[in-house]
């Protein structure tokens, strides 16, 4: 007879807290501690550059090997990390194209991240709320009821999901099995020269090559200039290439310029195209009265990329892609292995595993800070917040035009304005000089935080106005301060004169 087995007589460890009283109290202090943060936005400045002692707590070095313990943990950072980050809640930051966050938002991420479900397969209430999310999207966008999506990382994932499915969909054979040589044509993708820089990854990584990532010119409204893709798409063919897709831009990153997306739509019917509609910017302002007219046509498309943690303001990472064809979008994706079959009953039974749809296996619940913050606030009021920032761009556009030293340069488009300092009688090498000092001047002197492109060969101040927290007084101010630095480069301040 066999001597029963003991268990292991060793001490057991756990990540749980030792303390739980003591955990409670340290929550509640991080609960008070970012109500004051979100609370008194307005009283700090946007942006804090980090100096050489800050950065040197982050030194490259071997990983702790013992433990600091809770409470000192939160005070490296409170120390170390808030008073740095990059500022894209506060009311005047204009950047690139950021979300500022929601308390529902950051409450709900917390919850994501307490309860920790893993959104990839099972079956689980996370199914139901990532499918209640997607059915809200493909409402917003008017696509069928039978239209498919996922919550993905944000618009440069969405648009990479909506670029694989139409490649697997419109190449013409089994590309999943056979590879990229095997077609015998070569494959191509058109979008304006204004379309980001995302898709170029995309286009990239799927093996069509840069090369036939065709990028069309642009009208004077940074509009795609449909007579060039149309001459493109016929010189293409006539060369034996295989045109398989046109994305277009509902808000440009530049400018935010809207493609004419009827016309769009029109010419992939013509041509036995897929389109897809890059709408990180502008899709979600479908919910907008005031842009939604601009958007006709984005629900004719058969991919759509959405990014939620823009103007939805979900905290990052939130972005959607819609499918119009479910079941082309699961075949691009789908790949079956024992360990993952889908059984009758129990925790791995249920339909619809989203890991089938995209890249991920393990995937965040992220559809729940969607799910909560469109409860709270209802989509409506989401919708007038756009309109607010739409109605703010075009105040600020009006401030520029009339102002003597400002100079717009690009019409306003969506929520987005280019302008610079131009007070006349300066080349272009002086006015790009000038206009870099201002940008830089407004970021540390704490002023405002908007971005920079370069329109045709000038460089421009670039405002992009997706902030539910900014008054339109923040934009009389951000001339006025553009002007003074402006006076103050040249040597003409006020003081100066007296
Ligand atoms: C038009 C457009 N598409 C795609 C992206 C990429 O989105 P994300 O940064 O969420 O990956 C952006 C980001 O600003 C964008 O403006």
């Not at 506060?90 to 194209?97: G, V």
């Not at 069309?216 to 045109?243: C, F, R, S, W």
Request: charged fraction near 20%.
């Amino acid at each position: 007879m066999s001597t029963p087995i003991q268990p292991i007589d060793h001490r057991e460890e756990t990540l749980d807290p030792q303390d739980w009283e003591q955990m409670r109290a340290l929550l509640h202090q991080m609960i008070d501690d970012s109500i004051d943060y979100m609370q008194d936005l307005r009283g700090q400045a946007p942006w804090t550059p980090m100096g050489d002692n800050e950065r040197a707590a982050f030194a490259k070095a071997t990983p702790p090997r013992s433990g600091i313990g809770s409470q000192a943990t939160y005070q490296d950072y409170l120390e170390q990390v808030q008073p740095y980050i990059m500022g894209n809640n506060h009311p005047k930051f204009w950047a690139w194209y950021m979300g500022n966050g929601s308390m529902m938002g950051a409450m709900a991420d917390y919850l994501t991240a307490i309860t920790n479900s893993n959104a990839g397969a099972g079956n689980h209430v996370g199914q139901h709320i990532e499918d209640q999310v997607i059915s809200w999207m493909t409402d917003i966008i008017g696509y069928p009821d039978t239209a498919s999506g996922m919550i993905v990382s944000g618009g440069s994932m969405a648009n990479y999901v909506g670029l694989a499915t139409a490649r697997h969909h419109r190449c013409g054979y089994d590309i999943r099995q056979k590879g990229i040589l095997a077609g015998g044509r070569q494959l191509c993708v058109y979008g304006s020269t204004e379309v980001h820089n995302c898709n170029q990854k995309a286009i990239e990584l799927l093996g069509i090559g840069r090369e036939h990532f065709r990028k069309i010119p642009v009208n004077e409204d940074y509009t795609m200039d449909l007579n060039a893709l149309k001459a493109q798409i016929q010189a293409d063919k006539a060369a034996g290439l295989h045109p398989i897709c046109v994305i277009a831009s509902a808000g440009t990153v530049n400018t935010g310029a809207i493609d004419d997306l009827h016309a769009i739509a029109d010419i992939c019917e013509d041509e036995g195209l897929w389109y897809h509609v890059d709408g990180a910017i502008g899709a979600i302002a479908m919910t907008s009265d005031i842009a939604r007219p601009q958007l006709t046509g984005i629900e004719r498309s058969d991919s759509v990329a959405l990014d939620l943690h823009k103007w939805l303001h979900i905290p990052f990472e939130a972005g959607c892609v819609l499918v119009r064809n479910r079941q082309v979008h699961r075949d691009t994706f789908v790949v079956s292995a024992e360990y993952l079959q889908e059984n009758k009953r129990g925790l791995a039974s249920g339909k619809h595993w989203y890991s089938e749809y995209g890249l991920q296996l393990s995937r965040r619940l992220n559809a729940l800070k969607i799910w909560m913050s469109i409860k709270e606030q209802g989509i409506d009021k989401y919708g007038r917040l756009i309109s607010q920032n739409i109605r703010q761009a075009h105040y600020l556009g009006e401030l520029i035009h009339q102002h003597q030293s400002l100079q717009l340069m690009a019409p306003v488009g969506l929520d987005i304005v280019c302008y610079r300092y131009n007070p006349g009688g300066l080349t272009l090498d002086q006015l790009n000089d000038i206009n870099q000092y201002i940008l830089a001047e407004l970021h540390v002197r704490g002023i405002a935080i908007p971005s920079y492109t370069t329109l045709r060969g000038s460089y421009c101040l670039r405002v992009a106005i997706a902030n539910h927290r900014s008054l339109m007084s923040d934009f009389t101010e951000l001339a006025h301060a553009t002007v003074s630095l402006g006076e103050e480069y040249m040597g003409n301040t006020p003081q100066q004169q007296q």
